[in-house]
């Protein structure tokens, strides 16, 4: 059995002991995993008898080749595990963003621990980003995206097929009456089938629509999930809320290829007097695993855990693929996940865990046009980096604003927004949000497995109500 160890020792975090959870399909990336530092477990050298002195007239080794440049074609020239980076655009296509905007889609055929998959929830718009941008402050850098908020009802893939050995799925798009945004499903509706079962190669093709191209590609299921069910995932669920044994977290499969990944999230309000000024508690184990079989790690992993948080896990394993179309891309998923959520609530304090000073939490003043001055009290003990994210959506223009700051000395306590950005700030209507993000810790893993551990708080306040 491979037992994974943790590098390094937590932070202090003061009061708070523990390590938060996207939904849809794709979980948010929340764990930072550090380069390990001087403590960091020395790897075995197993060079062995391998390593004696070759004869004098060995050849020489050939020197290491030059990495091989990327190239915005869906595939990982430099074998780095990343595709396209560096050269995709938002979106993942490739080119600049059109007038009209990119479009990401997801095509997601990850079936259940059932082995079942939901054809409502196989075709999905991830986004519809109409341009990025970065920009320098005081004390910080920021990223802004720019989504389009009015749906263009010809903006689909047109009829989307799939073929596999078990069955076929004809999807045709439609609108949602809510948002606008376009949806996929059969006609009439169908219950949850089996798609795909291990080796099974499946077929995706679309007719196209008015951006996107038309397209028809291939994967390859990996081996369905075995001898591993929803059920134990249950002492991990209970392990991250504090209500577990100090025993070994031990889960077991049967071993496989494809990628395969361990995802434990949580969160719960623990501050939030009023709707629209509160606190959220995060914490993420994320690991990439080794897919021989076994796992197991320390019992007290979790510390105290986060009592009464809300918590999804799962194990999945999948194959990807990420095909550039023009200035847009669709993304593919095949495989199988064991999930289980519990549901949870708030252990609320008296007091926040640090404050938004400006804006004012009584007055939640913002104007239009003018630079916005962010302010922080002082924070807990933790690793950083604190992040602070502007959301506003601005009907008028259509458009949804999302800025995202890394903060570099947050002992300073201040970041402005400049005055060119806040010119799209909506003055009467649309959604408006600040929020500060704050990690606590992050502890990464040994051996072979990628990932680890992170816990953070976010201080969330709403500007729009």
């Avoid at 847009?328 to 549901?343: F, T």
């Avoid at 865990?353 to 939640?364: A, D, G, H, K, L």
């Avoid at 239009?368 to 922080?376: E, I, N, Q, T």
């Amino acid at each position: 059995m491979k037992q994974l160890l943790f590098l390094g020792v937590l932070a202090t975090v003061g009061c708070v002991d523990s390590a938060g959870g996207r939904d849809r399909d794709v979980p948010p990336t929340d764990a930072g995993v550090p380069t390990p530092g001087e403590d960091a477990v020395a790897a075995e050298d197993d060079a062995g008898a391998d390593s004696a002195p070759a004869p004098t007239d060995a050849t020489p080794p050939e020197p290491d080749a030059a990495p091989i440049p990327e190239a915005c074609n869906g595939e990982d020239e430099d074998g780095d595990g990343r595709v396209d980076e560096g050269v995709a655009n938002a979106c993942g296509g490739c080119g600049g963003i059109p007038p009209g905007g990119c479009q990401a889609w997801s095509i997601n055929l990850v079936q259940d621990g059932e082995a079942l998959l939901d054809p409502s929830r196989v075709v999905f718009r991830a986004a519809n980003i109409l341009g990025t941008s970065t920009f320098a402050v005081d004390n910080g850098q920021c990223d802004q995206i720019r989504i389009a908020t009015t749906a263009d009802p010809d903006g689909h893939l047109g009829e989307v097929a799939i073929t596999a050995v078990l069955d076929a799925l004809a999807l045709s798009p439609g609108t949602h009456p809510a948002t606008g945004a376009p949806t996929y499903d059969t006609d009439p509706p169908s219950s949850p089938l089996r798609l795909h079962q291990s080796g099974d190669v499946v077929t995706v093709s679309a007719t196209g629509g008015r951006a996107v191209a038309p397209f028809e590609t291939a994967l390859t299921a990996p081996e369905t999930l075995s001898a591993v069910d929803a059920a134990s995932l249950d002492p991990w669920i209970a392990a991250a809320r504090g209500e577990g044994a100090d025993a070994p977290l031990n889960l077991s499969w049967v071993a496989g290829s494809g990628d395969l990944r361990l995802y434990v999230g949580g969160s719960k309000q623990v501050f939030g007097l009023t709707p629209f000024y509160r606190a959220i508690e995060h914490y993420l184990l994320d690991i990439a695993l080794d897919d021989d079989g076994e796992l197991s790690l320390p019992g007290d992993l979790f510390g105290e855990g986060s009592p009464n948080s809300s918590v999804w896990a799962y194990l999945s394993r999948t194959r990807s693929q990420q095909l550039p179309l023009d200035q847009h891309a669709v993304a593919l998923e095949i495989g199988q996940r064991v999930e289980r959520r519990a549901s949870g609530g708030a252990e609320e304090a008296d007091s926040p865990p640090f404050q938004i000073v400006n804006p004012s939490p009584n007055e939640r003043v913002v104007q239009a046009g003018f630079p916005l001055p962010v302010r922080w009290s002082a924070l807990p003990p933790g690793v950083g980096p604190l992040t602070v994210q502007l959301l506003f959506r601005n009907e008028a223009i259509e458009e949804q604003h999302v800025i995202s700051c890394t903060v570099e000395d947050p002992v300073l306590g201040a970041l402005e927004i400049p005055a060119e950005i806040m010119a799209a700030w909506p003055e009467d209507a649309g959604f408006r949000q600040l929020s500060l993000r704050w990690p606590l810790f992050t502890q990464p893993v040994a051996g072979e497995d990628e990932g680890g551990l992170s816990r953070s708080l976010t201080m969330i306040l709403r500007l729009d109500r």
